[in-house]
């Protein structure tokens, strides 16, 4: 496959600098995209960059990751209107081995290929480079002029900017720029990736290498995406989207996708899957036919669910989501563990009761009207009954003088009380 041109139906290029296609056409290329270990997870704002190099592996080229130890330390002011707090060397440690066991679901990390990934960290030729050194042998290479010229300096020194930039994040252009040139010289690394906020500061390593090694590198940049109704990409109500299940639950990760306009799963199917154009023409035809069956958001959030978090996990998610629509059985409801079940009913009214009321049998009345407060009192909660309008666990109670035993609860510990058709209630026994 030709890369840039894969890249270029899916949208996935800003700007690419003359040469690119003709270099990665004559051999087999290294080229390399930055994250800074400032957490221990990815979240999906990574995941452009992190689809590139899966693509770029994909058409047999070389993708390496660098983990920016040294840059985490500094702080990148691409995009930022202050300054980021800085890390320290064992939670940089700790965060780069989390990232690289997240970047082995994409990417082959397999070192007998000729183009397996490999993953780098800043930190290693930088750590014994003294600041001296660093002045003498790269700093006078660049000027104060050409540094001042590029957007992330300019925004931030700015009148719109009320906090200035530090002598530290002014010059971590050079910081980026000496990490392609190490890595044209040690890894015959060409060309450098990242979001379009990132060119000025990939295009200072190009220059870098040209004035140092008389060499030619390349640049390309992605958009950064956006969402159809102008918010951020990957923020929610929560925060970031992350791919963490610890820090968000694969049924939220899944539901992030699921719940995209119609415009931006259009978008992001090219972005985020390895679906063809062919397979993506089909599910847009799909889609216009029969809009209200979201076929392009099952799918999208099908292959990027999957790939994150496995096909068990996946199942688990669509299943979860069939709760809330009236469609799950008693059984698919057992099988969600205990953090996807609370996962589905976040936010929902809970009652804390006595978990030694189970062990003899508790009615059902007394239970959700006396020692829980889900009823506001046993006349109205025998009328809902006898109304058909209640639901212990998705099975309709029909006998106010049911009782209720341990081996109702779900997980050992939870009861989920429907009243009517959307108003849900958790009982938890502790």
Known sequence: ?????????????????????EQLKKELTSAYVGIDPTADSLHIGHLVGVMMLKHFQACGHKPLVLVGGATGMIGDPSGKSQERNLLDEASLRHNQECLKNQLALFLDFDSSLPNGAELVNNYDWMKDFSFLEFIRDIGKHITVNYMMSKDSVKKRLGEESRVGMSFTEFTYQLVQGFDFLHLYREKNCRLQMGGSDQWGNITTGTELIRRKERGEAFAMTCP??????????????SGNVWLDPEKTSPYHFYQFWMNTSDSDAEKYIKIFTMLTQDEVAGLAKEQAE????????KRLAEEVTVMVHGREAYDSAVEASQILFGKATTDALRKIDEQTLL?????????????????????VVDLLAEKSSVFPSKGELRRTIKGGGMSINKEKV????????ASAL???????VQKGKKNYFLVIAQ
């Open 398 to 405: 029909t006998d106010a003088e049911l009782s209720i035993n």
């Open 224 to 237: 950064l995406i956006t969402k159809a109704d102008g918010g951020k990409f990957g923020k929610t109500e």
């Open 410 to 416: 779900l997980n050992d510990k939870y009861l989920l």
């Open 1 to 21: 496959m030709n890369f840039v041109e894969e890249l270029r139906w899916r949208g996935m290029i800003h700007d690419v600098m003359p040469g690119t296609e």
């Open 343 to 363: 996962a589905v009913f976040e936010g929902v009214p809970q009652f804390t009761v006595d978990k030694a009321l189970f062990q003899a049998g508790v009615n």
């Open 290 to 297: 029969a809009p209200h069956m979201r076929a392009m958001q």
